[in-house]
Nanobody, 125 residues
Framework: QVQLLESGGGLVQAGDSLRLSCTAS????????VAWFRQTSGKEREFVAA????????YVVDSVKGLFTISRDNVKNTVYLHMNDLKPGDTAVYYC??????????????????WGQGTQVTVSS
């Protein structure tokens, strides 16, 4: 099983940028995909972006496309979520998750077997 550890959250002002990191350890496999979700109080976890571990294929949801990007560093076993021009509406706990990729993206949390503990991002206006 893959273990995940997020870092990089914090308190920023609207318009600022932030980079979240998700470092993986344990067993990885060739069809692994790592995704970022975010969650606010009382709401379900929302899919934000995902990337395949081997090929670097990635997907970012339309609502943040052009503002958020996802990348990976296989040497450091780390996936990054780069967030630009942050808005108060981006305030949430951000989670990374790992699961299998079989050619199409999974947008639902239950499709991912491993989760990090989450990192809080707060954007002030």
């Amino acid at each position: 099983q893959v273990q995940l550890l997020e870092s990089g959250g914090g308190l920023v002002q609207a318009g600022d940028s932030l980079r979240l990191s998700c470092t993986a350890s344990g067993r990885t496999f060739s069809n692994l995909a790592v995704a970022w979700f975010r969650q606010t109080s009382g709401k379900e976890r929302e899919f934000v972006a995902a990337i395949t571990w081997a090929g670097g294929n990635f997907y970012v949801v339309d609502s943040v496309k052009g503002l958020f990007t996802i990348s990976r560093d296989n040497v450091k076993n780390t996936v990054y979520l780069h967030m630009n021009d942050l808005k108060p509406g981006d305030t949430a706990v951000y989670y990374c998750a790992a699961g299998s990729y079989w050619g199409s993206w999974n947008y639902t949390p239950r499709a991912y077997e491993s989760w990090g503990q989450g990192t809080q991002v707060t954007v002030s206006s």
